[in-house]
């Protein structure tokens, strides 16, 4: 398209006399037609009006209005219409256009689209309309807003805070879903038509208080079709003030960094003044609603010039030198609970280092991202109810090209402890009868000013005001989880109870808060009735102990009901330190061959091992070991009691791992254990227990008395070859590479 202008003389100029007579009267830019390489988008555009354009950050959408005359509205009004392109950053290969259909079009004007991409990659879509039967609002112009859910557009709804009753039109909401930018005629202003602008208030969930840009941008002229682009910083939008090249001219401007104690309210002093953008882009008609797209290197625009398809049509060019955006580096991720990895509706605050600008973002399940420029520092502050704080700085300095950098954010609980637990512990049997035996509890390990109270009629009281000189939550948190409270309790006629469990564990309400009250139950069983079962408890063994998981006679591969076990609190305990390594030591009473004994009690680890891995602990962090009999936890084990309390598997935590430490087995048995031989002859058993009598006690109703006489040889255990460790590579920072990398590249951040 050839470069022309019209002078205020009526004299057609040459190139030369017009670059000089704009410079030296408006200070208007012109830019060679090769250079803008202006595209008329003749697979979009029709005889009919084109115009709104709005393209996606990616320039993969192109949505606009048009009156053609096969839309919603059969009359010639204005609907919606969308047109999917093939190609980005070339040439661009735009399908044939589609209308957006029902619920969004109607039977009246529906036009000025503005979208924004959420992280559940579904649209978030603004436009304005005209009021209408079962479409509420003033009977004027309005906005309204509506989000593609499953594929389909929801109906929409209008923007109740910020219509009025004068024309609010033309939106354009930033990428972070922070800002809405609108014109309109309203009171308050300096011209006919200005730009005015709403915050989001999170806290509230609703849109604020729309405040006017100021008289940096707007005139008595007016300023309409406002786009802000995705670096957040950068407003496109057109004008009919005087000095421009002829109606409605496109303007660029910036945001000027804030100064300490202003607010973006204070607009008047954080923009720059408008630049037009010149011949070609602008013309001696109609030039408006500029989009740009997020790499800044083309805009597309309405514009109703001679020569084109239709009254208005929408065009593609180059954006020129002094209006490109900065480069948007695009943060996104997910923030999650740790340990349950529950997507958290978290605010994530994002700093310039700098101290020039500030926003935020707000997304639910957990989904965030945020259109970032590069060259910067930002410090990201993410906050949710009830959890602790996390601060993070992502450092864009030497990254020089449009890229996605993935950074979840796992948060914890937010540590609220009360000065005092106190503590409910009721004793029962397995039928849920009520008891009284005599009961202790300690808490370990002990920390210096915690007061433990005497333990009377099931109730204590554990002071943790030592707590208070921790100045952070985490530090607190770190040493209150290495606190246990154990419970051991005697009665006669019952098995004696020695109970551990973890004091946060205990106080740690529904909701994730630390209560004041522990209301904890304990089951006590008769005594020589029962199998030991799975218990979490002080190990006598090591200070690391923290489960005894017990075995009947001559078995390895189930335990003792083993629906009830802990394995799960195991696990449980281990999430909340997963650095740590897990030892399972397996053992065995004193009845049969050393050998034996040995092969059963390494059964017996890696059986408790399979099972941890099941629930969730690698298995590259477990290490199993065998004992035999080598190890009694009771070393009298003349007793039935004594020797049952022996066939067991210990659990450790230990923080590092030990020298030379290797799994003995890897696999657990998946056949049950033999059954044992047939009963010999009765000859026979009358002159083996002539050598071997067996004492009375030891012989109970569930027990046949070769199986309390030997432990036998589980099934053979082949062990299977080792899984291989992947080490997790630490974060680091992008660094600059001599290749630039392309566009929209995606970087992965630990």
């Given at each position: 398209?050839?470069?022309?202008?019209?002078?205020?003389?009526?004299?057609?100029?040459?190139?030369?006399l017009?670059?000089?007579?704009l410079?030296?009267?408006?200070?208007?830019?012109?830019?060679s037609?090769?250079?803008?390489?202006?595209?008329?988008?003749?697979?979009?555009?029709?005889?009919y009006?084109?115009?709104?354009?709005?393209?996606?950050?990616?320039?993969?959408?192109?949505?606009?209005?048009?009156?053609?005359?096969?839309?919603?509205?059969?009359?010639?009004?204005?609907?919606?219409?969308y047109?999917?392109?093939?190609?980005?950053?070339?040439?661009p290969?735009?399908?044939?256009?589609?209308?957006?259909?029902?619920?969004?079009?109607?039977?009246?004007?529906?036009?000025?689209?503005?979208?924004?991409?959420?992280?559940?990659?579904?649209?978030?879509?603004?436009?304005?309309?005209?009021?209408?039967?079962?479409?509420?609002?003033?009977?004027?112009?309005?906005?309204?807003?509506?989000?593609?859910?499953?594929?389909?557009?929801?109906?929409?709804?209008?923007?109740?805070?910020?219509?009025?009753?004068?024309?609010?039109?033309?939106?354009s909401?930033?990428?972070?879903?922070?800002y809405?930018?609108?014109?309109?005629?309203?009171?308050?202003?300096?011209?006919?038509?200005?730009?005015?602008?709403?915050?989001?208030?999170?806290?509230a969930?609703?849109?604020?208080?729309?405040?006017?840009?100021?008289?940096?941008?707007?005139?008595?002229?007016?300023?309409?079709?406002?786009?802000?682009?995705?670096?957040?910083?950068?407003?496109?939008?057109?004008?009919?003030?005087?000095?421009?090249?002829?109606?409605?001219?496109?303007?660029?401007?910036?945001?000027?960094?804030?100064?300490?104690?202003?607010?973006?309210?204070?607009?008047?002093?954080?923009?720059k003044?408008?630049?037009?953008?010149?011949?070609?882009?602008?013309?001696?008609?109609?030039?408006?609603?500029?989009?740009?797209?997020?790499?800044?290197?083309?805009?597309?625009?309405?514009?109703?010039r001679?020569?084109?398809?239709?009254?208005?049509?929408?065009?593609?060019?180059?954006?020129?030198?002094?209006?490109?955006?900065?480069?948007?580096?695009?943060?996104?991720?997910?923030?999650?609970?740790?340990?349950?990895e529950?997507?958290?509706?978290?605010?994530?605050?994002?700093?310039?280092?700098?101290?020039?600008?500030?926003?935020?973002?707000?997304?639910?399940?957990?989904?965030y991202?945020?259109?970032?420029?590069?060259?910067?520092?930002?410090?990201?502050?993410?906050?949710?109810?009830?959890?602790?704080?996390?601060?993070y700085?992502?450092?864009?300095?030497?990254?020089?090209?449009?890229?996605?950098i993935?950074?979840?954010?796992e948060?914890?609980?937010?540590l609220?402890l009360?000065?005092?637990?106190?503590?409910?512990?009721?004793?029962?049997?397995?039928?849920?009868?009520?008891?009284?035996?005599?009961?202790?509890?300690?808490?370990?390990?002990?920390?210096?000013?915690?007061?433990?109270?005497?333990?009377?009629?099931?109730?204590?009281?554990?002071?943790?005001?030592?707590?208070s000189?921790?100045?952070?939550?985490?530090?607190?948190?770190?040493?209150?989880?290495r606190?246990?409270?154990?419970?051991?309790?005697?009665?006669?006629?019952?098995?004696?109870?020695?109970?551990?469990?973890?004091?946060?564990?205990?106080?740690?309400?529904?909701?994730?808060?630390?209560?004041?009250?522990?209301?904890?139950?304990?089951?006590?069983?008769?005594?020589?009735?029962?199998?030991?079962?799975?218990?979490?408890?002080?190990?006598?063994?090591?200070?690391?102990?923290?489960?005894?998981?017990?075995?009947?006679?001559?078995?390895?591969?189930?335990?003792?009901?083993?629906?009830?076990?802990?394995?799960?609190?195991?696990?449980?305990?281990?999430?909340?330190?997963?650095?740590?390594?897990?030892?399972?030591?397996?053992?065995?009473?004193?009845?049969?061959?050393?050998?034996?004994n040995?092969?059963l009690s390494?059964?017996?680890?890696?059986?408790?091992?399979?099972?941890?891995?099941?629930?969730?602990?690698?298995?590259?962090?477990?290490?199993?070991?065998?004992y035999?009999?080598?190890?009694?936890?009771?070393?009298?084990?003349?007793?039935?009691?004594?020797?049952?309390?022996?066939?067991?598997?210990?659990?450790?935590?230990?923080?590092?791992?030990?020298?030379?430490?290797?799994?003995?087995?890897?696999?657990?048995?998946?056949k049950?254990?033999?059954?044992?031989?047939?009963?010999?002859?009765?000859?026979?058993?009358k002159?083996?227990?002539?050598?071997?009598?067996?004492p009375?006690?030891?012989?109970?109703?569930?027990?046949?008395?070769?199986?309390?006489?030997?432990?036998?040889?589980?099934?053979?255990?082949?062990?299977?070859?080792?899984?291989?460790?992947?080490?997790?590579?630490?974060?680091?920072?992008?660094?600059p590479?001599?290749?630039?990398?392309?566009?929209?590249?995606?970087?992965?951040?630990?």
């Amino acid at each position: 398209m050839k470069s022309t202008f019209t002078g205020v003389f009526g004299v057609v100029l040459s190139s030369v006399l017009l670059l000089a007579s704009l410079r030296a009267q408006t200070g208007i830019t012109v830019t060679s037609d090769g250079d803008a390489q202006l595209l008329n988008l003749s697979a979009v555009n029709t005889p009919y009006s084109e115009y709104t354009p709005f393209i996606t950050a990616d320039e993969h959408f192109l949505f606009f209005q048009s009156n053609r005359p096969d839309g919603v509205d059969q009359a010639g009004d204005f609907d919606l219409w969308y047109s999917e392109n093939e190609v980005t950053e070339g040439t661009p290969k735009f399908k044939a256009p589609a209308n957006v259909g029902l619920p969004v079009n109607s039977a009246y004007f529906d036009g000025h689209p503005t979208l924004r991409k959420l992280p559940t990659g579904e649209y978030e879509m603004y436009f304005c309309s005209f009021a209408e039967e079962g479409r509420p609002g003033p009977q004027l112009t309005n906005l309204y807003y509506t989000i593609q859910k499953d594929g389909k557009w929801t109906v929409p709804s209008p923007v109740v805070e910020i219509n009025s009753d004068f024309h609010d039109r033309m939106p354009s909401i930033s990428q972070d879903g922070r800002y809405l930018y609108f014109s309109s005629d309203r009171p308050g202003g300096f011209g006919r038509d200005d730009i005015w602008i709403s915050e989001f208030d999170y806290a509230a969930k609703r849109w604020g208080k729309p405040y006017n840009a100021g008289r940096s941008i707007n005139t008595p002229a007016s300023e309409v079709t406002p786009a802000i682009h995705s670096d957040n910083i950068t407003l496109y939008f057109s004008s009919d003030r005087a000095g421009g090249v002829g109606g409605y001219d496109i303007y660029v401007t910036q945001m000027l960094p804030m100064v300490p104690g202003t607010s973006a309210a204070d607009a008047e002093s954080i923009w720059k003044k408008p630049v037009n953008l010149g011949k070609p882009y602008n013309s001696e008609y109609d030039d408006e609603y500029p989009t740009v797209i997020r790499s800044g290197n083309f805009m597309y625009f309405a514009s109703n010039r001679q020569n084109g398809q239709g009254s208005f049509d929408i065009y593609r060019g180059r954006v020129p030198a002094f209006a490109k955006p900065e480069v948007v580096i695009t943060m996104k991720g997910r923030v999650k609970e740790k340990f349950s990895e529950k997507g958290l509706e978290a605010n994530i605050r994002i700093t310039d280092v700098e101290g020039e600008r500030n926003f935020s973002t707000h997304q639910p399940e957990g989904l965030y991202s945020a259109d970032l420029i590069n060259k910067k520092q930002y410090k990201m502050t993410v906050t949710a109810p009830g959890y602790a704080p996390i601060e993070y700085i992502a450092d864009l300095r030497d990254i020089h090209s449009p890229v996605t950098i993935q950074k979840d954010f796992e948060m914890e609980r937010a540590l609220n402890l009360p000065k005092e637990v106190v503590i409910n512990i009721e004793f029962v049997d397995e039928k849920g009868k009520a008891l009284k035996p005599n009961a202790t509890y300690r808490l370990t390990p002990e920390i210096p000013d915690d007061t433990i109270l005497p333990f009377k009629k099931g109730k204590g009281r554990v002071s943790i005001a030592a707590m208070s000189k921790y100045k952070k939550a985490e530090d607190a948190m770190a040493a209150l989880e290495r606190m246990q409270l154990a419970v051991k309790a005697t009665l006669k006629g019952y098995n004696d109870v020695a109970e551990t469990r973890s004091l946060p564990e205990l106080m740690r309400g529904n909701a994730g808060d630390m209560k004041g009250v522990i209301d904890w139950k304990i089951v006590m069983k008769a005594a020589g009735e029962t199998e030991p079962d799975f218990q979490v408890v002080d190990c006598k063994a090591g200070n690391g102990c923290v489960a005894v998981a017990y075995f009947s006679t001559n078995v390895a591969n189930r335990l003792n009901n083993e629906k009830a076990s802990g394995l799960k609190t195991v696990v449980e305990l281990w999430n909340k330190q997963p650095h740590k390594y897990v030892y399972v030591h397996g053992h065995a009473d004193n009845r049969g061959t050393a050998a034996h004994n040995m092969k059963l009690s390494r059964a017996r680890a890696a059986f408790v091992k399979k099972r941890l891995v099941q629930f969730g602990i690698p298995a590259e962090m477990i290490i199993t070991k065998g004992y035999g009999a080598t190890k009694p936890a009771v070393k009298d084990e003349s007793t039935v009691e004594g020797r049952r309390k022996n066939r067991r598997a210990e659990i450790y935590f230990e923080a590092t791992k030990k020298p030379g430490d290797a799994n003995d087995f890897e696999e657990a048995p998946e056949k049950p254990a033999p059954k044992p031989a047939a009963k010999p002859a009765k000859k026979k058993v009358k002159k083996a227990e002539k050598k071997k009598p067996m004492p009375p006690e030891e012989v109970q109703p569930s027990e046949k008395p070769k199986a309390e006489t030997e432990e036998k040889p589980a099934a053979e255990i082949k062990p299977a070859a080792k899984p291989g460790i992947v080490e997790e590579k630490p974060f680091s920072e992008p660094k600059p590479t001599p290749a630039t990398p392309p566009p929209n590249t995606e970087i992965k951040v630990q």
